[in-house]
């Protein structure tokens, strides 16, 4: 049996974004949103800053394999370009909720433009 792990992804991983493929073969746990507040901005990519609380992250949950971890810690560049740290987030929020502990890509430094509501959209 494979070990999974639980990763937060609140970009271009997620449904109806270029990279979402990579999730293919991974498990959707739900809508999600992170605990503490941080920062998003957005260039094109969105960035997550740890140490800046504006507001708090939303994203999906996964349970990704050993193999599928590898492959989005490759895209992200862990732990050179973005660096993967574990943070509680809560899931299905809408429906009660429940609090995980899931993987989640910062990024060290500001770019692009905040977005103040920590919700990463599709640019048209």
């Given at each position: ?6 990763v937060?992804?609140?970009g ?21 949103v992170?605990?503490e ?15 800046e ?6 994203g999906?949950?996964?349970?990704v394999?050993?193999k599928t971890?590898?492959r989005l ?6 732990p050179?370009?973005y ?23 910062f ?12 919700v ?5």
């Amino acid at each position: 049996m494979t070990e999974e792990s639980l990763v937060f992804v609140y970009g271009t991983l997620k449904r109806g974004f270029g990279n979402h493929h990579l999730l293919s073969e991974s498990r959707f746990v739900g809508q999600a949103v992170t605990k503490e507040k941080y920062s998003l901005y957005e260039a094109g990519i969105p960035f997550v800053i740890e140490n800046e609380p504006v507001s708090h992250i939303s994203g999906e949950v996964y349970a990704v394999d050993e193999k599928t971890l590898a492959r989005l810690d490759c895209l992200e560049g862990h732990p050179d370009w973005y660096c993967r740290k574990s943070v509680d987030v809560s899931v299905n929020t809408s429906q009660g909720g429940q609090m995980l502990e899931a993987w989640i890509y910062f990024f060290s430094k500001k770019q692009g433009v905040l977005v103040k509501s920590g919700v990463f959209r599709k640019i048209d």
